[in-house]
């Protein structure tokens, strides 16, 4: 008689028939393990076998809050919790301790049975493990066939899934949805991918089957908080890990699995994309760009979960024969005793085994059952290094010789040496990983029964340092993979929540405690190791949180501009506008040199709307009052309406040229205006020097700084430009300068010097009054007002045209010789020398030079730019301290010859031009005048074209040809300025003219300087 092979097995007692037995089948998302452990509770015991230690710990602790710690136990290959007497386990299936009965059983995942490598433990426990009163399997409708057959008095149940799961196509990585899944299959592939949706996203939770359970754990949790909203993983994310992931997509359609490249099946493609939608929620599958599209059929089979159904599944004998290595070997390939069972592929363990047996050395410690027994045990510890079967087999090898050695169990130190070279959290990922594995190994040796004396010791010694590595890992996973700051700012600005937003004192700007940028002024600067999306998420929450704050600065600017003098709000030598120290504004180029525009510097999405036209206004004020507060006389010579004509017309020039004219381009100008315009223009400050026409209020350091600034933003030059420091009268001439910068500064270029205005004049007059007197030596008197040493000294002398003289002329040595003639000119002397009708410098002028006496009627002096202290404002007639070479420049030995100078102009290389004189017939040579700098906006003027029309006319009326040509005069000391050709200066030896018949007026500056003269005369 035929007997079927199941009741062979059913005979032998090997198939177990106890209490009901329940198939809950359906695909994800259909709360079946959730029923199994609503069901096991509600039996006095129970067990239950899952596929992943993660999602067996995940239960263990919702049992450990339904039911206490004590009634618990959690039971894995790397990890025991064992109460005295526990009523409920949670197991790994391979670690299920089937001799213990329980009223409930249930097995999670039966599908596995069909895994190639697992798949014979699950069949093992389909065939073997039962509850008391239920046994419940959970898994894949693609089971029923098989299921019915092996159980044939079993009960099925259908669950339908919660929610539709739906295809997306394919999506690139910057563009996926928030709350994704990205599965790859190698280490390599979920790295990288995390890497680029770091720099585009924010960051990624990464899980992969290497990682320690802990760190899984940990990473899970970034994502389920919302830390981050996307994950990478491989496929271990596809067996119970229950996470509320919206979207799967595969980064690959195909991987390695041990042997080779394949293409990814419908049921694992099924098993991944099934873990997005969670409960009620619909959830979407799809692909990424580079991945290809999925085709049709399959895209089918995964949204109505239909597949092939399994037609066998894996199967290895679980009576093992211990008698000798070739006999357990034989038992282990055993053929399946029944149909739809087929022969798994060879695990390591079998290969472990096999290449064991083949080491002679072995051979004298696997005599006894025992031995091959605790061979066996030896073989099944998991390559978690990956090192392949020989290196693995190496290792297990050392294990079994200490294993067998005369105590009976692996020595301590033998434990200790390899655990606690492994107790390092440094290095990197790939180190810490390999560490973990490391340890991993020996947590599971430690959990094996037996195998140390002190197993609960090493337990929680290498629990200990697996858990620190885990968290070592986990940290440097965060770090590499995550970017805190841009995740949860990207996550608040998603919900549109309002951002916590808070200002240190040194501008830092902190959203939701981190660090996002720097805030100065108006202008937000982003965290500079921050780029790409990072950066605009960076500035899109910074742009949101600092509204409040924009708003607030904007008032308490608006409300200093109202009250600062220049302490609060300042211009810089760059042009740049500083409010409390923070760069606010620019100024700018416009048509009118004391009206600059200004230009913000603020962020367009941080300043706007009224707070925008609120700073802009604000500013606009503070530097009109600012600019007519600092250049004071030059508003009251612009604002004064006692000026007439040509007086007006000079006052306008002056104006635009910020309160300094060289007199050589205006000369002519300059003889239209009479003393009466003259006079009103000195009681306005103005200054009528030999070189120059000046106001000396505009030469002190803070007018001279304003004065510049403004130049510089209307000539559109980029560097900054500071004059010299306060109280040198001259500074050394740099030609790198931009042209008219020393003028500007209240400077005069003479020679290797520039020269402060004021002390350049006071030079002039001293060096006309000593050439009157003859050929004089240079003395102290003559260079201190220059402020430098007698090399310089006498190279401005130079370019003034004065030059040694002859030591021979005896003529100029006896006048020189005079003691007198190196003494400074006596009141009487001086104004002897004042020609009140020809003179182009006014005698008030020549007076208060020499002698240090203003006796102008200027108006009230401007208060200077605020400086520092080092940079007080001089009075511009102190003579400054002579410099500190001029001890040893000076003469001193009194038996060396004196060295006379003279002032004897040179020939100039100007342009001639020919007039003819009719009458005489003859050729005139006339130096060609300079040629005026008026602007075409005095031009226009009426008062200047009369003055010009009038300067015409009596011109014509010099050069009529029956006039007698008259006597050329001495020209006038002068010297090679840098600046334009001026007319020669005039001897002031020459004799007067006859006086007027109009008399002097008493309130003139001639009758000044008689009255005090005859002052002088009087009291000496």
Same mark, same amino acid.
Not at 497 to 526: H, I, K, N, Y
């Given at each position: 008689?035929?007997?079927?092979?199941?009741?062979?097995?059913?005979?032998?007692?090997?198939?177990?028939?106890r209490?009901?037995?329940?198939?809950?089948?359906?695909?994800?998302?259909?709360g079946?393990?959730?029923?199994?452990?609503?069901?096991?509770?509600?039996?006095?015991?129970?067990?239950?076998?899952?596929?992943?230690?993660?999602?067996?710990?995940?239960?263990?602790?919702?049992?450990?809050?339904?039911?206490?710690a004590?009634?618990?136990?959690?039971?894995?290959?790397?990890?025991?919790i064992?109460p005295?007497?526990?009523?409920?386990?949670?197991?790994?299936?391979?670690?299920?301790?089937?001799?213990?009965?329980?009223?409930?059983?249930?097995?999670?995942e039966?599908?596995?049975?069909?895994?190639?490598?697992?798949?014979?433990?699950?069949?093992?426990?389909?065939?073997?493990?039962?509850?008391?009163?239920e046994?419940?399997?959970?898994?894949?409708?693609?089971?029923?066939?098989?299921?019915?057959?092996?159980l044939?008095?079993?009960?099925?149940?259908?669950?339908?899934?919660?929610?539709?799961?739906?295809?997306?196509?394919?999506?690139?990585?910057?563009?996926?949805?928030?709350?994704?899944?990205?599965?790859?299959?190698?280490?390599?592939?979920v790295?990288?991918?995390?890497?680029?949706?770091?720099?585009?996203?924010?960051?990624?939770?990464?899980?992969?089957?290497?990682?320690?359970?802990?760190?899984?754990?940990?990473?899970?949790?970034?994502?389920?908080?919302?830390?981050v909203?996307?994950?990478?993983?491989?496929?271990?994310?596809?067996?119970?890990?229950?996470?509320?992931?919206?979207?799967i997509?595969?980064?690959?359609?195909?991987?390695?699995?041990?042997?080779?490249?394949?293409?990814?099946?419908?049921?694992?493609?099924?098993?991944?994309?099934?873990?997005?939608?969670?409960?009620?929620?619909?959830?979407?599958?799809?692909?990424?760009?580079?991945?290809?599209?999925?085709?049709?059929?399959?895209?089918?089979q995964?949204?109505?979960?239909?597949?092939?159904?399994?037609r066998?599944?894996?199967?290895?004998?679980?009576d093992?024969?211990?008698?000798?290595?070739?006999?357990?070997?034989?038992?282990?390939?055993?053929?399946?005793?029944?149909?739809?069972?087929?022969?798994?592929?060879?695990?390591?363990?079998?290969?472990?085994?096999?290449?064991?047996?083949?080491?002679?050395?072995?051979?004298?410690?696997?005599?006894?059952?025992?031995?091959?027994?605790?061979?066996?045990?030896?073989?099944?510890?998991?390559?978690?290094?990956?090192?392949?079967?020989?290196?693995?087999?190496?290792?297990?090898?050392?294990l079994?010789?200490?294993?067998?050695?005369?105590?009976?169990?692996?020595?301590?130190?033998?434990?200790?040496?390899?655990?606690?070279?492994?107790?390092?959290?440094?290095?990197?990922?790939?180190?810490?990983?390999?560490?973990?594995?490391?340890?991993?190994?020996?947590?599971f040796?430690?959990?094996?029964?037996g195998?140390?004396?002190?197993?609960?010791?090493?337990?929680?010694?290498?629990?200990a340092?697996?858990?620190?590595?885990?968290d070592?890992?986990?940290?440097?996973?965060?770090?590499?993979?995550?970017?805190?700051?841009?995740?949860?700012?990207?996550?608040?600005?998603?919900?549109?929540?309002?951002?916590?937003a808070?200002?240190?004192?040194?501008?830092?700007?902190?959203?939701?405690?981190?660090f996002?940028g720097?805030?100065?002024g108006?202008?937000?600067?982003?965290?500079p190791?921050?780029?790409?999306?990072?950066?605009?998420?960076?500035?899109?929450?910074?742009?949101?949180?600092?509204?409040?704050?924009?708003?607030?600065?904007?008032?308490?600017?608006?409300?200093h501009?109202r009250i600062?003098?220049?302490?609060?709000?300042?211009?810089?030598?760059?042009?740049?506008?500083?409010?409390?120290?923070?760069?606010?504004?620019?100024l700018?180029?416009?048509?009118?040199?004391?009206?600059?525009?200004?230009?913000?510097?603020?962020?367009?999405?941080?300043?706007?709307?009224?707070?925008?036209?609120?700073?802009?206004?604000?500013?606009?004020?503070?530097?009109?009052?600012?600019?007519?507060?600092?250049?004071?006389?030059?508003?009251?010579?612009?604002?004064?309406?006692?000026?007439?004509?040509?007086?007006?017309?000079?006052?306008?020039?002056?104006?635009?040229?910020?309160?300094?004219l060289?007199?050589?381009?205006?000369?002519?100008?300059?003889?239209?205006?009479?003393?009466?315009?003259?006079?009103?223009?000195?009681?306005?400050?103005?200054?009528?020097?030999?070189?120059?026409?000046y106001?000396?209020?505009?030469?002190?350091?803070?007018?001279?700084?304003?004065?510049?600034?403004?130049?510089?933003?209307?000539?559109?030059?980029?560097?900054?430009?500071?004059?010299?420091?306060?109280?040198?009268?001259?500074?050394?001439?740099?030609?790198?300068?931009?042209?008219?910068?020393?003028?500007?500064?209240?400077?005069?270029?003479?020679g290797?010097?520039?020269?402060?205005?004021?002390?350049?004049?006071?030079?002039?007059?001293l060096?006309?009054q000593?050439?009157?007197?003859g050929?004089?030596?240079?003395?102290?008197?003559?260079?201190?007002?220059?402020?430098?040493?007698?090399?310089?000294?006498?190279?401005?002398?130079r370019?003034?045209?004065?030059?040694?003289?002859?030591p021979? =002329? *005896?003529?100029? &040595?006896a006048?020189? +010789?005079? #003691?007198?003639?190196? /003494?400074?000119?006596?009141? @009487?002397?001086m104004? $002897?020398?004042?020609?009140?009708?020809?003179?182009?410098?006014?005698?008030?002028?020549?007076l208060?030079?020499?002698? =240090? *006496?203003?006796? &102008?009627?200027?108006? +009230?002096? #401007?208060?200077?730019? /605020?400086?520092?202290?080092? @940079?007080?404002?001089? $009075?511009?007639?102190?003579?400054?301290?002579?410099?500190?070479?001029?001890?040893?420049?000076?003469?001193q030995?009194?038996?060396?010859?004196?060295?006379?100078?003279?002032?004897? #102009?040179?020939?100039?290389?100007?342009?001639?031009?020919?007039?003819?004189?009719k009458?005489?017939?003859?050729?005139?040579?006339?130096?060609?005048?300079?040629?005026r700098?008026?602007?075409?906006?005095?031009?226009?003027?009426?008062?200047?074209?009369?003055?010009?029309?009038?300067?015409?006319?009596?011109a014509?009326?010099?050069?009529?040809?029956?006039?007698?040509?008259?006597?050329?005069?001495?020209?006038?000391?002068?010297?090679?300025?840098?600046?334009?050709?001026?007319?020669?200066?005039?001897?002031?030896?020459?004799?007067?003219?006859p006086?007027?018949?109009?008399?002097?007026?008493?309130?003139?500056?001639?009758?000044?300087?008689q009255?005090?003269?005859?002052?002088?005369?009087?009291?000496?």
């Amino acid at each position: 008689m035929n007997i079927h092979p199941r009741d062979r097995f059913l005979a032998s007692g090997r198939l177990v028939e106890r209490g009901e037995v329940t198939a809950v089948l359906g695909p994800t998302n259909t709360g079946k393990t959730h029923l199994a452990v609503e069901r096991m509770l509600g039996h006095a015991s129970g067990m239950i076998g899952l596929p992943l230690r993660l999602l067996a710990r995940e239960i263990y602790d919702r049992v450990v809050r339904m039911r206490g710690a004590a009634c618990v136990a959690l039971i894995t290959g790397e990890e025991k919790i064992l109460p005295a007497r526990p009523s409920y386990y949670v197991c790994t299936v391979e670690s299920m301790p089937v001799s213990i009965e329980t009223e409930f059983l249930a097995v999670d995942e039966i599908q596995l049975c069909a895994d190639g490598e697992r798949g014979h433990i699950f069949t093992d426990r389909l065939l073997h493990a039962r509850g008391r009163r239920e046994t419940m399997f959970l898994g894949a409708e693609t089971m029923r066939p098989l299921l019915k057959q092996l159980l044939p008095g079993a009960r099925f149940v259908t669950r339908p899934r919660f929610s539709h799961l739906t295809y997306a196509g394919s999506n690139k990585l910057s563009r996926m949805p928030r709350r994704s899944a990205i599965v790859a299959f190698s280490s390599d592939a979920v790295y990288g991918i995390a890497e680029l949706i770091r720099r585009q996203r924010g960051g990624a939770a990464v899980v992969m089957g290497s990682l320690s359970p802990r760190t899984r754990n940990a990473q899970v949790a970034l994502f389920q908080s919302g830390e981050v909203d996307f994950l990478v993983a491989t496929d271990a994310i596809g067996m119970g890990i229950n996470m509320d992931v919206d979207h799967i997509a595969f980064a690959a359609l195909s991987k390695f699995d041990g042997f080779g490249h394949r293409d990814l099946r419908a049921t694992e493609i099924a098993q991944i994309a099934g873990r997005a939608g969670r409960y009620l929620n619909d959830g979407t599958f799809g692909v990424t760009g580079d991945s290809g599209r999925m085709d049709e059929d399959l895209i089918n089979q995964v949204e109505n979960h239909r597949f092939d159904p399994l037609r066998s599944i894996k199967w290895r004998n679980s009576d093992l024969d211990f008698g000798s290595i070739a006999r357990l070997i034989n038992s282990l390939e055993e053929a399946p005793p029944l149909r739809g069972l087929g022969r798994t592929r060879e695990n390591c363990d079998l290969t472990a085994l096999r290449l064991l047996a083949a080491d002679s050395t072995l051979s004298g410690l696997t005599g006894s059952p025992a031995a091959v027994k605790r061979l066996w045990q030896v073989c099944q510890v998991p390559d978690f290094r990956k090192l392949g079967p020989e290196l693995h087999s190496r290792m297990l090898s050392e294990l079994y010789r200490h294993y067998m050695s005369d105590a009976g169990v692996l020595p301590e130190d033998y434990v200790a040496r390899n655990v606690d070279r492994l107790d390092r959290t440094d290095g990197d990922i790939d180190t810490l990983s390999t560490r973990v594995a490391h340890i991993r190994t020996w947590t599971f040796v430690a959990n094996r029964a037996g195998w140390l004396s002190d197993s609960n010791y090493w337990r929680e010694r290498t629990r200990a340092i697996e858990d620190r590595l885990s968290d070592a890992l986990h940290e440097r996973l965060t770090l590499r993979f995550i970017d805190r700051r841009t995740s949860v700012l990207m996550k608040r600005l998603h919900q549109k929540e309002e951002l916590m937003a808070s200002l240190t004192p040194e501008g830092d700007v902190m959203v939701e405690g981190e660090f996002v940028g720097r805030l100065d002024g108006f202008r937000f600067s982003a965290d500079p190791s921050v780029d790409g999306i990072h950066a605009h998420t960076l500035r899109t929450a910074a742009a949101q949180a600092l509204q409040s704050e924009i708003g607030a600065r904007a008032f308490r600017l608006d409300r200093h501009a109202r009250i600062d003098d220049g302490k609060i709000i300042a211009i810089g030598d760059d042009g740049l506008i500083r409010w409390e120290g923070m760069i606010v504004a620019r100024l700018a180029a416009s048509q009118e040199i004391l009206m600059p525009r200004i230009e913000l510097i603020a962020d367009s999405d941080l300043l706007t709307g009224q707070a925008e036209t609120s700073v802009r206004e604000a500013l606009e004020s503070w530097l009109t009052r600012r600019i007519a507060k600092v250049l004071e006389p030059l508003f009251a010579l612009r604002d004064s309406t006692e000026l007439t004509g040509a007086g007006k017309g000079l006052a306008f020039q002056l104006i635009e040229a910020l309160g300094l004219l060289p007199r050589a381009g205006i000369a002519g100008f300059v003889k239209n205006v009479d003393q009466a315009e003259r006079a009103k223009l000195r009681k306005l400050g103005v200054r009528f020097g030999e070189h120059y026409i000046y106001m000396p209020a505009l030469l002190k350091p803070g007018p001279s700084a304003m004065k510049l600034r403004l130049w510089r933003v209307a000539k559109r030059i980029e560097a900054p430009l500071s004059i010299p420091a306060a109280g040198l009268s001259s500074v050394p001439f740099d030609p790198a300068m931009p042209e008219g910068y020393y003028l500007m500064a209240g400077y005069g270029v003479c020679g290797p010097r520039a020269i402060r205005i004021d002390m350049f004049e006071r030079l002039l007059v001293l060096l006309r009054q000593k050439n009157n007197a003859g050929a004089f030596p240079l003395t102290a008197q003559l260079w201190s007002p220059v402020g430098c040493g007698v090399t310089d000294f006498e190279a401005v002398m130079r370019a003034l045209d004065y030059a040694p003289i002859d030591p021979n =002329d *005896v003529s100029a &040595t006896a006048q020189a +010789a005079s #003691p007198e003639s190196a /003494e400074p000119p006596s009141e @009487d002397q001086m104004s $002897e020398t004042i020609d009140p009708a020809d003179s182009d410098i006014e005698a008030e002028e020549q007076l208060s030079m020499l002698l =240090d *006496v203003d006796m &102008t009627e200027a108006g +009230a002096q #401007p208060d200077p730019e /605020e400086i520092s202290a080092s @940079d007080a404002s001089p $009075e511009a007639d102190t003579l400054p301290d002579a410099a500190p070479d001029l001890a040893a420049d000076a003469p001193q030995d009194a038996a060396a010859p004196l060295i006379l100078w003279k002032f004897q #102009p040179q020939r100039r290389n100007q342009p001639q031009r020919q007039v003819k004189r009719k009458q005489r017939r003859e050729v005139i040579i006339i130096p060609k005048k300079p040629q005026r700098q008026v602007s075409e906006t005095i031009l226009l003027d009426p008062a200047i074209v009369q003055a010009r029309e009038a300067e015409k006319n009596a011109a014509a009326q010099r050069h009529k040809p029956k006039q007698p040509a008259k006597p050329k005069k001495p020209a006038k000391p002068h010297g090679n300025i840098k600046l334009d050709a001026r007319p020669a200066p005039q001897n002031m030896s020459s004799k007067p003219r006859p006086a007027a018949d109009k008399p002097i007026d008493p309130d003139s500056p001639f009758a000044k300087l008689q009255a005090l003269k005859e002052r002088m005369q009087k009291s000496a």
